[in-house]
């Protein structure tokens, strides 16, 4: 890969949420971060995104590392657990507590206010940016707020091996949900920097979002990673796969008798690499510069 060089100390991480078994979307997205990140020397993260506790589901973060090792990904170290990395979160907000305002919008109302005329879907509408003390005071008596980030309409350019350069502006991203508790952005922003990763291969679905947690590492005085967003998974309708598609799970295969090295096979095939007996194997053929540009279509 451009940049790197051999022994590299850098890291590659796959970060999935406890939400569920993972599919076979999935498990290619953590087939192609290990490929990656063994390919260039670097250590290989597993992190466990657990802080949106009213999904996360019990014994599904043992079960999807049972999945990721009958693949035979290996990782280095311990699993990074979210729920309990509170204190580095809380550290991160305090720096940025100057560059935060409370937000007292329901997603409804941000819903609303993004499609208006003037507004974009996707894009925080800015309805409290610009709220005064007194106005905010009389909004938290009704409800408590999240924290946003004063992006203040920046540009930030990022660097994926598949997209190349992207730039895109800044949105006023949340960094502390109302609950009190970190937001996505920040706890992956501050946790790939801890944990020295400079390299995220996810799915490009989340694309856009790196964008916002590129500016939100500089910001913090972390180098943004390389970015890697590879092609999701869908399914004959060309929607992104879920479990309810059928037999997607190893679980579910195994029971059709398809085994995890027979997974591997469809994983490697479905990057135009031959079946093999170990993901190792895959290593000496694996070149990110070749991968398929569209979805793989499990149907
Ligand atoms: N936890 C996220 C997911 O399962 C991935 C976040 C990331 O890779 O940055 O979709």
Redesign the pocket.
């Known amino acids: 890969m451009p940049g790197t060089s051999p022994g590299s100390t850098g890291a590659g991480?796959?970060?999935?949420?406890p939400t569920g078994e993972l599919h076979l979307g999935?498990l290619r997205t953590a087939v192609l971060a290990w490929l990656f990140a063994r390919s260039t020397d670097r250590r290989y993260l597993l992190r466990i995104?657990d802080l949106d506790a009213t999904r996360v589901r019990l014994g599904q973060a043992e079960q999807q590392q049972a999945d990721l090792a009958a693949l035979g990904l290996d990782f280095d170290g311990e699993p990074v657990v979210q729920s309990r990395r509170g204190a580095a979160y809380t550290e991160a907000l305090a720096t940025l507590a100057n560059q935060t305002y409370p937000c007292f919008c329901t997603r409804r109302e941000i819903a609303e206010a993004a499609s208006a005329p003037n507004g974009t879907i996707g894009r925080y509408p800015g309805t409290c940016r610009e709220l005064t003390p007194a106005e905010q005071a009389v909004r938290a008596r009704q409800r408590s707020p999240a924290l946003r980030l004063r992006a203040d309409g920046a540009h930030q350019t990022i660097r994926d091996v598949r997209y190349g350069k992207v730039t895109g502006q800044v949105d006023d991203i949340v960094v502390q949900r109302n609950d009190g508790v970190a937001a996505?952005n920040l706890a992956?922003v501050v946790d790939d920097a801890a944990s020295g990763i400079d390299q995220?291969v996810?799915?490009d679905d989340?694309l856009p979002?790196a964008i916002n947690q590129a500016y939100l590492a500089t910001v913090l005085g972390a180098s943004p990673p390389l970015y890697g967003h590879v092609s999701l998974a869908v399914n004959g309708a060309g929607v992104r796969l879920a479990k309810r598609d059928g037999a997607v799970t190893l679980a579910d295969l195994a029971l059709r008798g398809v085994s995890a090295i027979d997974v591997l096979g469809l994983i490697a095939d479905s990057l135009g690499l031959p079946a093999v007996d170990h993901v190792a194997e895959l290593l000496p053929q694996f070149d990110p510069q070749r991968l398929p540009d569209h979805p793989w279509v499990i149907t």
Do not use: H, Q
């Open positions: 991480r796959y970060a999935p949420s999935n995104e996505y992956v995220v996810r799915g989340l979002a």
